[in-house]
């Protein structure tokens, strides 16, 4: 039970991987201030089991709390066997104790359905949102049929309109892309968190997550333009950015159609994930406009644990005294003493 570099801990045979396990992601959350990146490994024999997260200095104090980077993560392991798995919690657990470690807030792959690598009586397991994916395998001609009539409506104003797509290289169209994604998150009036530091997309364009950047043009001009990764079996979705002058040309229409024909070609890959929408009401704007692509649906989950009752909710209601407005998000924000204090909306 230590905690190791990246490169040791793969197993034989090894545990079911993706990019968000990688440090370049983690560091790119790093980078935002949202902790230091840490890997824990239980190893039996030829079976692992290891945990990637953010280990975050609770200010004012000596104590530290735990969260998976944005985007998905928990435990992964090459082993089911329920009693290892017990092991491994309990060994993590004990580390996390033994390390000033208050609580802890993951968020659950939802294609990998990772929430059964964890066996701990202290973890609370929530429902958070519905994510949308595209099964790759399908013929293009299903994947077209899966789409909603006014999503294909706007496929054919898009071509009728003459818009171009393109895979676009990274170093020489990522600034137009940070660019158009900044003033995206402007018009749609985004918090703080989504304004991401030059280096965290640094971070992103590192080749071991295997990056992409899609784009859609009007003769040379950007209309929209898309982040993805892609893994060993699934291609992220992960930003998005369009023109807001050029809207009515459906240029995101004709992003995700191409997008989704991409992806079909990036084999072995077996799925396009979309992911969910900005809230967790299914009615928002953008889970909508997912939901219209294809009709793969994965449910997302959110995992909860406190390792030290006292001192947690002690911090909690330090919080909510030094602002009281904290008490009514209480029920909604699990590590409500960040609200205040950082940058990080998302500790649900």
Known sequence: MILQTWEKIIGDPAPPWDIYWEY???KAWEIEGAGYSRMFSYVRGDSVWFHVFLLNPIPDTDYFDIQTP?????????NSDPDFIFEASQAFGEWARSNRVVCEFIRFHPILKNESFVSDSLLTIEE????????????????YEEMDASFRRGIRKATVNRLRFQELRINEYLPQFVSLYNATMRRVEAGPFYFFKPEHFAALSDSRLKPALLGVFDVEELLAGALLFVGDEIVHYHLGA?????????????????MVLWAKNKKPCKILHLGGGFEKNPGNSLFKFKASVGKGRALFNIGKRIWNETVYRELCEQAVEKKPQLASLRKNYFQIYRVSKSRDEHSY
């Open 24 to 26: 370049s992601y983690c």
């Open 128 to 143: 958070n949102r519905t994510t949308v994916f595209i099964d790759l395998r399908l013929s293009e001609e299903q994947l």
């Open 242 to 258: 369009s023109d807001p002058r050029f809207l009515e040309k459906r240029p995101n229409n004709f992003l995700f159609y191409n």
């Open 70 to 78: 944005y985007g998905y993560g928990g435990p992964l392991t090459n």
